[in-house]
């Protein structure tokens, strides 16, 4: 009797101090490598999704910049990661310059004038200038673009399929 107790006793101490030891690996999504994807992300959507059929896009993307303190003018190279999560063989991308909506003579100028309401513009704004993607590319293929303004669109070399990710490098 004693020796099931005991062997009891340290089967209950065995799971629940490897459960709580489980506990203990807190997600960090600063440590390297990204993982974001990951099973062990309690914030990433695709662990949790709404409803049955849900999905999103993932973008993952690393930022090198530098900003002119004089001319108020950032400059930068980005490389993103693009997965296709939708059931869709997808032949373009979009990607949204959301700095270029308050430029002067974009949609929302427009906007704000047929509402009559007052918008300021900054020098480089005043001028139309925004967000300026001089490149984009795969590997070193510039990928042709449309511009709608703040929406650019960006055909792909080749179809992504579901579940498959492009690299991207934009300056």
Request: charged share 20%.
């Amino acid at each position: 009797m004693l020796h099931k107790i005991f062997l009891i006793t340290t089967l209950l101490f065995y799971f629940l101090s490897s459960s709580v030891f489980c506990q203990n690996q807190i997600y960090d999504p600063n440590a390297p490598p990204n993982d974001y994807r990951s099973k062990k992300n309690p914030f990433y959507w695709g662990n949790h999704s709404p409803y049955e059929g849900y999905w999103q896009q993932d973008v993952y993307y690393q930022i090198q910049a530098t900003i002119d303190e004089k001319t108020d003018i950032i400059d930068g190279k980005e490389t993103l990661v693009y997965w296709n999560n939708s059931p869709d063989t997808l032949d373009f991308v979009y990607f949204h310059l959301y700095q270029q909506a308050f430029v002067k003579g974009g949609y929302l100028e427009a906007l704000n004038l047929k509402n009559n309401n007052k918008q300021s513009f900054g020098k480089y704004e005043t001028a139309g200038l925004g967000e300026h993607v001089k490149s984009l590319r795969i590997g070193n293929t510039d990928l042709k673009t449309e511009l709608d303004f703040s929406v650019l669109k960006a055909y792909l070399l080749e179809p992504l399929f579901p579940g498959d990710s492009v690299v991207c490098t934009i300056t």
